[in-house]
Structures are given as structure tokens and as C-alpha cells.
């Protein structure tokens, strides 16, 4: 499996994705917002787009596809659940449904709801694990829920789904938002050594050549994976004073995200 992370640098710090089986070269583009970056490098490396995901309905995410479908007559894919708000979608997914591409790479699909309750994240079949994460999951954040989602089916994502897929999965989210995210991170756990090394390191990146962390990496340095961290309750506390001792790890999460809402 071949990912090329595409950053379009634009206001909305999107990244767009390309996946391309190595023996067909067959490939997948994964919200292509930057339609015209994504078709010159897919025609750079001699891959052919034949499918377009959308995580979801957001127009920062479909914004491309009508360019990609009129360029090359790939097939649009998104939540089935979303056929009403992407045009032209021609394969409704659910959960546990493989997107095939190519002779080499399947694509699992996890029905991630938060953001918004129409949204798809896919897992690849692979020796290490690669996760598009639309806008579910970011570098040491979270999507918010401001149009069209909720923080509870969010939360429930993150918990059920997210925190037990294997450590070692690469994260590819939509957007590249590290530097605030981490900055929050710091914001209410500010001891958490592992976020300020990255914070350091991330400072001066290129985002057309991003860090790309793993979730082993996420549950050190994401807030919203680190629930039952004692300084991450006692900073929560002091914002929101009837809290009690010992939050359960769903209030935590809400709280972390209506905090960041606001950040």
C-alpha cells in the first residue's frame, strides 16, 4: 500500500490522501478537496483514481469530487447515511464493509460518528495499520461537534472504537491542526513531557512532509485520549468546579471538548 498525504495549503489546513495499490496502481483519493494536486500527482506516479472516499458530507471534504469524478469517472464512496447531502454518491457504506483497491489493499470501514453522525474512518488491512481519520480523530485532538454531530457519540467512538484499535496504527487525519492541539494538550497537563518534545519538534515542520504519529503515540500526547490522567481532572476542576473527585472518563471528554470549543 502506497499513501501519499497531500497538503493543500489552504485556510482550512486540509490534508487530502491518495492510495495506491503497488502492483495495479489503482488507487483511492480520500477527501480530494485539492482536486487539482490530487489528479497531478496521481498522474505523476502513473496511478489511476477509479474511487473517491468522503469521511463525510463537509464541504471541505466533497468540494473535489465533481473535478476527480469528470477527470477520471471514479466512483464516489461515503456513509450511507449521507447519500442525501453528497451528490452524485454512487456506494453507501457501513460499518465492517471493505473498500477493495487494487490486488493489495483492503480498506475496512468503521462507522465513527461524533462529528458528524454520518461519518466514516477506514483501517487498512495491513502488517502495521494505517487509519484515515477524516475529521474523528486528529494529531493529539478531536473533531468538534459544531455542525451536524454530537460530544457524546463522539466520546463513544473514542472508547469503544478508537482507543482499541493495535498501538501501532498510523494516524492520517484531515487536517493538520498538530500545533494548537498539542498546545491544549500542554493547556491542561502541563507536566506531560511527551507533548512538549513533539510540540518542539512540529514547530518549525514542513506540513508537506508532516509527522506522521501512531496511536500508541495519540494516548501520550492527546488530551481527549487521556481521561484518567490525575493533573488532566485536578486542571479540569478548577475550570469546572462542581466536577467531583473522581470524574468517569465520559464527563471528562465533554468537558475537555466544551473547554476546547472555546480555546
Same mark, same amino acid.
Request: charged share 20%; aromatic share 6%.
Given at each position: ?6 497538503? %493543500? !495549503? ?12 503497488? @502492483?495495479?496502481? =489503482? ?8 482536486? =487539482? ?8 506516479? !502513473?496511478?489511476?483514481? /477509479? ?5 463525510? =458530507? ?5 468540494? !473535489? ?9 471514479? +466512483? ?14 454512487? *456506494?453507501?457504506? =457501513?460499518?465492517?464493509?471493505?473498500? +477493495?483497491? !487494487? #490486488? %493489495?489493499?483492503?480498506? @475496512? ?21 494505517? &487509519? $484515515? ?21 463522539? $466520546? ?12 501501532? %496504527? ?11 492541539? &498539542?498546545? $491544549? /494538550? ?11 518534545? *513533539? &510540540? ?12 506522521? %504519529? ?7 500526547? #492527546? ?27 465520559? /464527563?471528562? $471528554?465533554?468537558? &475537555? ?7
Amino acid at each position: 500500500m502506497i499513501v501519499e498525504q497531500i497538503w %493543500t !495549503g489552504n485556510a482550512y489546513r486540509n490534508f487530502n490522501y491518495i492510495v495506491a495499490c503497488s @502492483e495495479t496502481g =489503482e488507487a483511492i483519493a480520500i477527501d480530494p478537496l485539492d482536486h =487539482e494536486k490530487c489528479l497531478a500527482a496521481s498522474k505523476s506516479k !502513473g496511478w489511476t483514481i /477509479t474511487q473517491i472516499l468522503n469521511t463525510h =458530507e463537509h464541504g471541505d471534504h466533497i468540494g !473535489g469530487n465533481g473535478p476527480v469524478v469528470n477527470a477520471t469517472g471514479a +466512483k464516489i464512496l461515503a456513509h450511507r447515511n449521507a447519500k442525501d447531502r453528497i451528490p452524485n454518491m454512487d *456506494l453507501g457504506l =457501513e460499518a465492517g464493509d471493505l473498500i +477493495k483497491v !487494487g #490486488n %493489495t489493499i483492503d480498506l @475496512e470501514c468503521l462507522d465513527t460518528p461524533g462529528h458528524t453522525m454520518s461519518h466514516i474512518c477506514v483501517l487498512s488491512r495491513t502488517e502495521q495499520p494505517a &487509519l $484515515f481519520c477524516g475529521d474523528t480523530l486528529f494529531n493529539a485532538g478531536a473533531g468538534n461537534c459544531h455542525n451536524g454531530g454530537h460530544p457524546k457519540e463522539l $466520546f463513544d467512538t473514542f472508547a469503544t472504537q478508537l482507543a482499541k484499535l493495535p498501538d501501532n %496504527t498510523l494516524v492520517y487525519p484531515g487536517h493538520d491542526y498538530i500545533a494548537n492541539n &498539542l498546545a $491544549f /494538550t500542554l493547556d491542561r497537563e502541563p507536566d506531560n513531557k511527551n507533548a512538549k518534545e *513533539l &510540540l518542539d519538534a512540529v514547530a518549525t515542520q514542513d506540513p508537506n512532509q508532516a509527522i506522521i %504519529t501512531t496511536l500508541a503515540q495519540e494516548k501520550e500526547i #492527546n488530551t481527549f485520549f487521556r481521561l484518567h490522567s490525575l493533573t488532566v481532572i485536578r486542571h479540569l476542576q478548577k475550570s469546572f468546579p462542581d466536577l467531583p473527585e473522581h470524574p468517569d472518563p465520559e /464527563t471528562v $471528554f465533554l468537558k &475537555l471538548r466544551e473547554l476546547r470549543n472555546q480555546w
